[in-house]
């Protein structure tokens, strides 16, 4: 049974910043894209980040781009988000998500075949 597990979400202050991880077991981690994305109370769930399966390309929401930065090692079935200058409306719940690497279109989230249970990001002001 495929499984993506999320890490590294807590409390930080405004300005601060958190490193996320999405460990995935039960795939063939090379044969999937993987996406960040995060819904706040109320919002409907948004994507952030992708990356290709190599690694070589990237995508970004414009609300988080030049703050976060997605990556992956393959080696450890690991997708990671490094978010940085955290403000109060990052906060959400982070989830990541794997499509499989022929879907071209990574901020569209029904190109996502498997799902985390997500993990909880909230920023104080």
């Known amino acids: 049974q495929v499984q993506l597990v999320e890490s590294g979400g807590g409390l930080v202050q405004a300005g601060g910043s958190l490193r996320l991880s999405c460990a995935a077991s039960?795939?063939?981690?090379?044969?999937?894209?993987m996406g960040w994305f995060r819904q706040a109370p109320g919002k409907e769930r948004e994507f952030i980040a992708g990356i290709t399966w190599t690694g070589s390309s990237t995508v970004y929401a414009e609300s988080v781009k030049g703050r976060f930065t997605i990556s992956r090692d393959n080696a450890k079935n690991t997708a990671y988000l490094q978010m940085n200058s955290l403000g109060p409306e990052d906060t959400a719940v982070y989830y990541c998500?794997?499509?499989?690497?022929?879907?071209?279109?990574?901020?569209?989230?029904?190109?996502?075949?498997?799902w985390g249970k997500g993990t909880h990001v909230t920023v104080s002001s």
């Open positions: 039960a795939i063939t981690f090379t044969s999937y894209s």
């Open positions: 998500a794997a499509a499989p690497r022929n879907r071209p279109i990574l901020s569209y989230i029904r190109s996502y075949d498997y």
